[in-house]
């Protein structure tokens, strides 16, 4: 079994979205273990998890309320988690959304 495995997440289907980033959070945080930005280029980026071990893609949205945006986690090419419209609330004009990890 291989010692991480790569991930990568990919957006599509913007609507009034302004802005956004990425972070995936290790179930166990550490200095050794850190919460890790997401270098997003041209929609998609990639980060690498342990297997067995439980995280969280973490995403926030800016923009206009009731913005969306579809959300894919790809592993190997393959869409693993999927969040069609991802969505700011009536009210607001920024929001947060995750998706559990364990592989």
Same mark, same amino acid.
């Given at each position: 079994?291989p /010692?991480t495995?790569?991930?990568?997440?990919?957006?599509? +289907?913007? /609507?009034?979205?302004?802005?956004?980033s990425?972070?995936?959070?290790a179930?166990?945080?550490?200095s050794?273990?850190?919460?890790?930005?997401?270098?997003m280029?041209n929609?998609s980026g990639?980060?690498?998890?342990?297997?067995?071990?439980?995280?969280?893609?973490?995403?926030?949205?800016?923009? +206009?309320e009731?913005g969306s945006m579809?959300?894919?986690?790809?592993?190997d090419? @393959?869409?693993?988690?999927?969040?069609?419209?991802? @969505?700011?609330p009536p009210?607001? @004009?920024?929001?947060? +959304?995750?998706? /559990?990890?364990t592989l």
């Open positions: 079994m /010692d495995i790569e991930l990568k997440v990919k957006v599509s +289907d913007k /609507d009034r979205i302004k802005a956004y990425f972070a995936y959070d179930d166990r945080v550490s050794e273990n850190p919460v890790l930005p997401i270098i280029n929609g990639a980060f690498q998890v342990r297997p067995g071990e439980p995280g969280r893609l973490i995403w926030g949205m800016r923009g +206009d009731g579809k959300v894919e986690l790809l592993r090419g @393959t869409v693993i988690q999927s969040r069609e419209k991802s @969505t700011i009210g607001e @004009t920024r929001a947060i +959304d995750f998706f /559990d990890i």
